[in-house]
């Protein structure tokens, strides 16, 4: 790369130089990214086929099926014990070259991997949507929004008032709300579904005013008002949960960031000069903190995908993670695989953004050396 | 040394590092005091749960909870024939004995069962008995006749003629003041019972011993599940093992990550660049459905739990972290230093580059227990726990299966509860007033 003081910096050039930079970094986070993605899905596959066992456990239990099927069939009662076993053999080979159970395991897996990284998920052994669908597509499809509703809710909230708090504190540092949060922050030792539990038993048994669980009243209220309304009240619970389990440490930590860079030269600077407190928070507390601050929010995000299963089941939120825990439950494995492909293109999607966008935000990315 | 000893010296000065250390202190010294009165093949036994527990009432509160709320619910007890009331008199080829069990009974409120428990001792022919009850009003209800072969539990509650009889659950019925009222009007009634059981032996030296179990509505100091059993040997058993378990997945994962990250900071080249590879690929890796699906396909052994948290923690995205502590402390001088004398590689690493950033590392360490304590919890409550051991989570996961908030049996979820969050609360208030004390860069603020 070429290094800039031997060049006269013309502006037009520096942006093109920034750009050209910023798409072999993303050029090569992308391929290591996609590599990532292949390895852990691939790990995945080895672990929920159980190194092969599983496919043992499906053929036992097909041939127990097929013997079922052949023994309750009329049609076949007349035929010698000989002649029955030979059909029962015979349909346990088709249905196992059907599924492809004769080949060795390693090659299946590769064949599964290559399906998993195109998204091609295949259909489930057991489940269905509750449309009646067997792809493994549609199943995740539908309970896909359920997720990014209340977590994404609940998330956003924590995120912007724990930010907003924590700017207004950090300039009343050492007063009675401040130290009620240092106070407060080791609450947050306890994950959202053991407050969940509280907040269930307070206002679902003992003060019953909001619902228990699930998402949405029974039956579905036909109106489109009156559905959301019904949503929005088995979102409270659950956004209350996470919100307490997290708001306070959220706080706390963003406190002491901001704490710590107020008190720079420059900050010090500016207010020397006069300028009037917002402007300071703005240009000299926020500018320069912000990549720090994206970053935790993306890792917010990352943290969201994978800490679903828990919340979910607590609440009964038809979600992703409940979707997951009942797929292992019936050992449904292109189900599982395809929850889990989801959750890793998830994480490398937020963390490609991440990288892009800490490379917008923070210079030294683009003027450091390659 | 001296940073440390100063440091705890600054560390008196935080009442929440004090409340900390007594709340951790408080759950070593239960998990030491249970470990010892109880040991773990007996509470592993117990907990199976089965006729140990036969004298137990199901689902029963906590004694001092009901008598704080000023309640008088009654609690279990056993009535054993007092020896001068017993009689006997003998005739040609056997015994009549008269066994009179009396009781006084004075709780708001019945009983929620009632068991009688028989015992023969006998050659040949079993003995026969007859049942009758004596309420302080005066009547008599007669409760069936039996013929006792060993032991024999009667399940008078279950008596569903007697229940036909009454108009109600035979405990309620035999313990109400007024016999017509409707069902739901029925009040206890206090006084001196009895159960009169009136025995023939058919041998001359036959025995027969009587008990009846009048159970309660609470229990002890943590009362009962579903099954009888005892939750105080859970909510005991469950701390050493919560606390073991936070203990060993933290020192797991954050000396091992500590390790490879000083290792990969060290050789750099090929080495860190595999180390910062796994990393990303773990990063990618769902911690909580890959347990889950451990659990479900492979075991639930709170152990191999243990081994796949450390697998999967030992390449976490504390790895990242260690290395920006780690990277500037390579070029120290004294590090060159150790160089220049000849010091191995293994050596500087572990004995110069790992002690530097540990004083940084210990609060996190300390918060970061409760997380695994929470963990165990969380997969106990998916009902992925370790089917044998009797742990917090468990109880939880019992309680939702049997919906005790549903039914009210608000102590099964709470008592549970409240250790976790004193264990989750007892760490993070130490850690946070630690993080203060050896974080240079907070300790200014």
């Known amino acids: 790369m070429a290094v800039s003081a031997e060049h006269p910096v013309v502006p037009g050039r520096g942006l093109l130089r920034d750009l050209r930079r910023l798409a072999v970094f993303m050029t090569k986070r992308i391929v290591a990214l996609f590599l990532t993605v292949v390895v852990g899905v691939y790990l995945t596959i080895l672990v929920a086929n159980m190194g092969g066992k599983v496919d043992e456990l499906r053929r036992i239990q097909i041939e127990s099926t097929v013997a079922e099927e052949v023994r309750a069939n009329p049609d076949f009662n007349d035929m010698s014990s000989q002649e029955r076993n030979e059909l029962i053999n015979e349909r346990v080979q088709l249905e196992v070259e059907r599924l492809n159970l004769d080949e060795p395991f390693i090659w299946r897996s590769f064949d599964y991997l290559n399906q998993a990284i195109w998204l091609n998920l295949g259909r489930a052994e057991q489940m269905s949507s509750d449309r009646g669908s067997r792809d493994v597509y549609d199943i995740i499809g539908e309970r896909l929004p359920a997720t990014i509703l209340l977590f994404g809710t609940a998330n956003l909230l924590i995120f912007f008032s724990s930010v907003f708090i924590a700017l207004r504190l950090s300039r009343r540092y050492g007063s009675p709300a401040d130290r009620a949060v240092i106070g407060l922050a080791p609450t947050s030792a306890a994950p959202a579904w053991f407050y969940g539990i509280f907040l269930i038993l307070f206002f679902a048994f003992i003060a019953p005013i909001l619902p228990a669980g699930g998402m949405v009243d029974v039956p579905p209220p036909q109106s489109m008002t009156a559905y959301g309304l019904s949503v929005l009240k088995h979102m409270v619970l659950p956004v209350l949960a996470m919100f307490m389990s997290q708001i306070f440490i959220s706080i706390y930590s963003w406190r002491t960031f901001f704490l710590i860079h107020s008190s720079e030269d420059y900050v010090e600077m500016a207010r020397a000069k006069g300028l009037p407190e917002g402007r300071v928070e703005r240009r000299y507390i926020l500018r320069p903190t912000l990549a720090p601050i994206v970053t935790s929010f993306l890792l917010m995000l990352i943290g969201l995908w994978s800490g679903a299963i828990i919340l979910e089941q607590v609440f009964n939120w038809p979600g992703l993670g409940t979707l997951l825990f009942q797929a292992i439950g019936h050992r449904d494995t292109p189900v599982i695989i395809g929850g889990v492909v989801i959750f890793a293109y998830l994480l490398a999607l937020t963390v490609f953004i991440l990288d892009i966008l800490y490379a917008i935000l923070d210079p030294r990315v683009r003027v450091g050396p390659e | ?393 468990k109880i939880l996961n019992d309680a939702q299966d049997q919906s005790a908030l549903y039914h009210g049996f608000f102590y099964w979820v709470l008592e549970p509860a409240l250790l976790l969050m004193l264990t989750g609360l007892g760490f993070a208030m130490l850690g946070f007033a630690l993080d203060r004390v050896f974080n240079p860069r907070l300790r200014s603020i």
């Open chain 2, 1 to 393: 040394m001296n940073r440390w000893t100063e440091g705890l010296y600054q560390l008196r000065q935080y009442p929440s590092a004090i409340a900390g250390a007594l709340l951790i202190l408080f759950l070593v010294l239960l998990s030491l005091y249970t470990v010892i009165t109880i040991p773990y093949s007996q509470a592993i036994e117990q907990w199976r749960g089965g006729e140990i527990w036969e004298r137990n009432p199901v689902n029963a509160g906590p004694v001092w909870a009901d008598r704080l709320t000023g309640g008088n619910a009654p609690a279990t007890f056993t009535v054993e024939p007092r020896d001068e009331a017993v009689e006997s008199q003998p005739f040609k080829g056997g015994q009549r004995v008269s066994m009179p069990l009396t009781f006084d009974y004075t709780a708001d409120g019945f009983p929620s069962e009632l068991n009688l428990f028989l015992s023969a001792d006998y050659e040949n022919t079993a003995p026969f008995i007859r049942l009758t009850w004596h309420t302080p009003d005066g009547r008599t209800i007669p409760l069936g006749n039996h013929q006792i072969t060993g032991d024999r539990r009667i399940s008078i509650s279950q008596d569903w003629d007697l229940q036909r009889r009454l108009g109600a659950l035979p405990h309620v019925g035999l313990f109400a003041e007024e016999p017509t009222a409707a069902a739901s009007q029925r009040e206890v009634q206090a006084g001196t019972y009895r159960l009169q059981v009136d025995a023939i032996l058919f041998e001359d030296d036959a025995e027969l011993d009587a008990e009846l179990v009048v159970y309660g509505q609470v229990h002890g100091i943590a009362g009962t599940d579903h099954q009888r059993r005892s939750l105080l040997l859970a909510l005991l058993w469950g701390t050493p093992i919560a606390l073991a378990f936070g203990l060993l997945a933290t020192v797991g994962t954050t000396v091992t990550t500590l390790v490879i990250a000083a290792v990969g900071v060290w050789y750099r080249g090929w080495v860190d660049a595999v180390i910062q590879r796994l990393t990303e690929v773990n990063m990618i890796l769902p911690l909580l459905p890959i347990l889950v699906m451990v659990g479900t396909l492979y075991s639930t052994s709170i152990w191999i739990m243990l081994g796949v948290v450390i697998l999967l923690g030992i390449f976490s995205a504390g790895i990242k972290m260690y290395r920006a502590m780690l990277l500037p402390i390579r070029e120290a001088p004294y590090i060159e230093a150790a160089r220049s004398y000849g010091a191995s590689n293994g050596r500087i690493v572990m004995r110069y580059m790992i002690p530097r950033v540990l004083p940084v590392l210990i609060p996190n360490f300390v918060t970061l227990i409760p997380t695994f304590v929470f963990l165990e919890a969380s997969l106990a409550l998916l009902g992925l726990g370790d089917p044998s051991l009797p742990t917090w989570g």
